[in-house]
C-alpha cells in the first residue's frame, strides 16, 4: 500500500497499491512440454476497503487491478501512487506513475463497488503523475509529475469526467514574496498560490495549496523561495 483516502462519511477506504520494481522469473511448461521464462510483478490494484464504526479497518470490498507501462526504466508496470478525495465526497482521482494516467472513481455504496467512472486520462509519457488535489470550491483539479517539474490543470464533472485545461513550468514562474519551498529528509513540498480565471480578465486568487514533489529535476531548496502559479480554467 501507498497512499490512501477516506470517503466523507468514513465508512469506505480507498489504497492504492504501488508494487515495487522487484520481479520473479518462473520457467513454466507449456501444453507441448515446452518451457519458457515467465515473469511475474507485483499486483499493483486500487483496493475498497470497509471501515469499522470504532474506526479499525475492515475487510477488502473490491479490487480494481491497473495495468499498462510507461517508456521509462521505472515504469515496467503500473504503479497506482496516490488516492484524493474530492470536496463533494462522491469522487476519489487517483494517479498511476507506472502508466501515465489519471483515473476517477467513485463508489457504488449499494454494491460496495468500485466504480471507473471515465476512460483515465493520458498525461505526457514518462512523466509519471505522482499527486493531485482538487480545488475547495471551483471544478479544477491539479496534477504534479515525478519526473518534470510543470503542474498540470484540469477540468472535471460530477459525473467524473476530466478535461485537460492547461500546463505550468513552475521554475519559470517570478517570486512574488509569499508561498514557499518546504523541504523534510529527501521530500520537496511547493506552497503554491494557484489561481484561475473565473470570466475573461477577471481574476481572483482562489487558494493557497501545498502539493509534494518527489526527486523533481533541477529543483534543490535553495534554489526558489516561491512559486506563483496561474491555471487558466476558461
Known amino acids: ?96 506513475k507506472g502508466n501515465d494516467h489519471i483515473y476517477m472513481y467513485r463508489i457504488d ?32 483539479l491539479y496534477l504534479n509529475t515525478e519526473n518534470s517539474t510543470q503542474l498540470y490543470a484540469y477540468r472535471y464533472t460530477e459525473d467524473g469526467q476530466l478535461s485537460f485545461l492547461s500546463t505550468c513550468e513552475a521554475l519559470e514562474v517570478q517570486p512574488s514574496g509569499k508561498g514557499k519551498v518546504e523541504q523534510s529528509g529527501d521530500r520537496i513540498h511547493l506552497r503554491l498560490i494557484f489561481q484561475a480565471d473565473h470570466a475573461p480578465g477577471e481574476k481572483q486568487r482562489l487558494c493557497l495549496i501545498l502539493i509534494p514533489l518527489h526527486d523533481p529535476p533541477a529543483v534543490q531548496p535553495g534554489q526558489l523561495s516561491i512559486f506563483v502559479i496561474d491555471s487558466i480554467a476558461d
Open 1 to 96: 500500500p501507498c497512499n490512501l483516502a477516506l470517503d466523507a462519511g468514513g465508512n469506505y477506504m480507498m489504497v492504492t497499491g504501488h508494487g515495487t520494481r522487484n520481479y520473479v522469473t518462473k520457467l513454466e511448461k507449456d501444453a507441448f512440454g515446452r518451457y519458457s521464462p515467465v515473469v511475474l510483478m507485483d499486483d499493483t490494484p486500487v483496493m475498497l476497503l470497509s471501515m469499522n464504526p470504532d474506526g479499525s479497518v475492515g475487510s477488502i470490498l473490491d479490487v480494481d487491478k491497473h495495468t499498462g507501462s510507461g517508456p521509462t526504466g521505472k515504469q515496467l508496470t503500473a504503479r497506482p501512487h496516490s488516492a484524493t478525495r474530492s470536496p463533494s465526497g462522491k469522487l476519489f482521482a487517483v494517479c498511476d
Open 109 to 140: 455504496r449499494e454494491k460496495n463497488k468500485l466504480v471507473l467512472c471515465s476512460e483515465p486520462a493520458a498525461v505526457p509519457p514518462g512523466t509519471e503523475p505522482r499527486y493531485c488535489v482538487f480545488h475547495p470550491t471551483l471544478p479544477l
